[in-house]
């Protein structure tokens, strides 16, 4: 576990304490969703005074009992195939089931689904194609996209009322994506009958956004909101995130 930017300054006028964050994944300056995080959180703490300390977890240590316990948020970034499934996994299922804030971005978001798949939905035999090959069809819960997303731009319908469109304050949005691979249409049913929602789709109706109610803040998306723009005016998912961060790690020091 490394942390991002060791001693790095409060905002002047910060919206509340300090909040830890997990960042989950195999850090690699390859990845440009990796290389835009420090210009994120840097402007999260000037403009909106919402101040991160980062922490990189890779998916190996994420395996590790009790990796993300402690943190105010976890991101669990893009670069799959992650290094270690189980670490990916282990983070996302120590977020839900601690209340831990959450934000799963296009590898993320694929392996929420996966998550929630194995250890809600009872779905042992649940795989990520990318990471599980030879899997049975039935099986693939996340398969490889008939037209890779990969460089691509396309619009995403936010369902009204959920808190997809509370955050983003708008019901239609235009997102970059970097992916091969999303949800099985053949599994959906089984993931809302588990209280899994589906809050983001695109214009033939693939899901791509997907939150779960009841928690105080989980959220994924197929998309790479970090990427939005030039990094000076976080994606208010990104934004969403880090107010749900120092939320938590204020009622945490209420204690």
């Known amino acids: 576990m490394t942390n991002l930017v060791a001693g790095s300054p409060v905002a002047p006028h910060s919206a509340g304490p300090v909040a830890r964050i997990a960042l989950v994944g195999d850090r690699s300056a390859t990845v440009e969703s990796h290389v835009r995080v420090p210009l994120l959180l840097g402007a999260l703490a000037e403009r909106d005074g919402l101040v991160l300390d980062p922490y990189w977890v890779p998916t190996d240590a994420a395996a590790e009992p009790g990796a993300v316990e402690g943190f105010d948020a976890v991101w669990l970034l893009p670069g799959s195939p992650y290094r270690s499934e189980a670490g990916a996994l282990e983070a996302i299922r120590t977020a839900r089931e601690r209340e831990i804030p959450f934000l799963g971005t296009c590898g993320g978001f694929q392996h929420a689904l996966l998550e929630y798949a194995r250890n809600v939905c009872g779905l042992a035999r649940a795989a990520h194609a990318e990471n599980d090959p030879?899997?049975?069809?039935?099986?693939?819960?996340?398969?490889?996209?008939?037209?890779?997303?990969?460089?691509?731009?396309?619009a995403v319908r936010v369902t009204p009322g959920s808190l997809a469109e509370s955050v983003i304050g708008a019901e239609r949005l235009v997102e970059?994506?970097?992916?091969?691979?999303?949800?099985?249409?053949?599994?959906?049913?089984?993931?809302?009958?588990?209280?899994?929602?589906?809050?983001?789709?695109?214009?033939?109706g693939q899901v791509r956004m997907a939150e779960l109610p009841g928690h105080p803040f989980f959220l994924a998306t197929l998309f790479q909101p970090e990427l939005a723009g030039d990094g000076t005016r976080p994606h208010p998912v990104v934004r969403a995130l880090a107010s749900a961060a120092v939320r938590h790690a204020g009622a945490g020091r209420a204690v």
């Open 176 to 204: 970059r994506y970097q992916c091969a691979y999303g949800p099985d249409r053949d599994h959906l049913d089984v993931l809302r009958a588990h209280g899994l929602r589906f809050t983001g789709e695109d214009g033939d």
């Open 134 to 154: 030879a899997a049975a069809p039935g099986d693939v819960v996340i398969g490889r996209l008939a037209c890779s997303l990969a460089g691509h731009e396309g």
